[in-house]
């Protein structure tokens, strides 16, 4: 059953002289007990996505389309149905832990927070609720922790307050925005098998943004690729990174450190940069990066479907070793 399911999905930045897409057309579902990355690099969109689910767009944005929540449009809610859904039924752990976390509160008041005000915990029971769980965040010296302000922690345990914030409350929906950024690579272990025991035990949904190829291989059972603000593939993990059909896709997976993926295949940068969005006009986006680009290209190619589960928009998908119908 799908938990969340999000259907064309566009967000306008729009300003005094000028719109700006940000985000076009995005379609994706995440069902319950399922881990669905979303892998791309910085400026592809991927955040935005995830706070318009949260309705934490900033201001001057407009937003199009359907999320809905359980069978609920949230675009359709006001702030006050929305509050009672964040923390709640769904956690986000947010990438910067400094402006996620409130420099004036100590950390144990700041996990208490959600268990009071979603389950009417009194003080005692949501302050023994919290160290429980910085206990299995394996934040050091717990007890003292909750009396702690987030400046007298490390960046790495700061995100791991943050990711404890996010649990409180058992969401059915978690959404993490880069998790393990700040985190050395054996905390990063633990806190994925963490939120992968989460979504088992209680049958909810994960939605991992990354742009990290390895956690993504690991973690995920399907993955979304955006580029410019849309996606352009989208398949099985497996399947995905053993046989890219798009060249965006490709090119990533040629620039990442290979041992993440068992191979010792030569690391191969991606040319040039994502362009900024107000350059963004009609074609495929990547197509002044991607080596295969032709004439072509400056019409943007149609989302095609390649086999079960597996999408993805260029007009060359018969060239490069991608995968086609």
């Given amino acids: 059953m799908a938990l969340l399911e999000v259907q064309n999905l566009s967000i306008r930045l729009e300003r005094a002289d000028e719109s700006v897409d940000l985000v076009r057309d995005v379609s994706f579902s995440v069902g319950e007990g399922e881990v669905v990355g979303v892998l791309g690099e910085s400026g592809c969109g991927k955040s935005l996505t995830a706070f318009s689910v949260l309705g934490l767009l900033p201001q001057g944005m407009k937003i199009s389309g359907r999320i809905a ?5 949230l675009l359709t809610l006001d702030e006050k149905a929305l509050c009672a859904l964040r923390g709640n039924r769904i956690g986000m752990i947010f990438q910067e832990p400094m402006t996620a976390l409130n420099p004036v509160k100590t950390v144990g008041d700041q996990i208490a927070e959600p268990l009071r005000l979603h389950k009417r915990l009194g003080r005692a029971a949501a302050r023994s609720e919290a160290r429980r769980l910085l206990e299995r965040i394996r934040l050091p010296d717990p007890t003292a922790a909750l009396d702690a302000y987030p400046h007298q922690l490390s960046g790495g345990q700061r995100q791991r307050v943050v990711i404890a914030m996010a649990l409180a409350c058992r969401p059915n929906l978690l959404i993490a925005d880069e998790p393990t950024t700040a985190l050395d690579t054996t905390v990063q272990r633990q806190i994925l098998d963490l939120l992968v025991d989460l979504v088992e ?3 909810s949904g994960l939605l ?3 742009h990290d190829i390895g956690i993504m291989a690991e973690t995920t059972d399907r993955v979304l690729v955006m580029y410019g603000g849309a996606i352009v593939e989208a398949a099985p993990t497996a399947a995905l990174v053993n046989s890219p059909a798009h060249p965006y896709t490709r ?6 450190p290979q041992r993440a993926l068992g191979s010792d295949a030569r690391l191969e940068p991606i040319p040039g940069t994502v362009p900024p969005p107000s350059s963004h006009d009609v074609g495929c986006r990547f197509r002044t990066r991607c080596t295969l680009a032709t004439a072509q290209c400056e019409k943007s190619p149609p989302l095609r479907e390649l086999g079960p589960g597996r999408i993805a928009a ?3 998908l018969e060239q490069g ?5």
């Fill in 251 to 256: 090119a990533l997976l040629q620039a990442t």
């Fill in 314 to 316: 260029c007009w060359r």
């Fill in 69 to 73: 929540f359980d069978g609920e449009d």
């Fill in 208 to 210: 991992l943004i990354t």
């Fill in 201 to 203: 035990e209680t049958d």
């Fill in 321 to 325: 070793g991608g995968t086609a119908p």
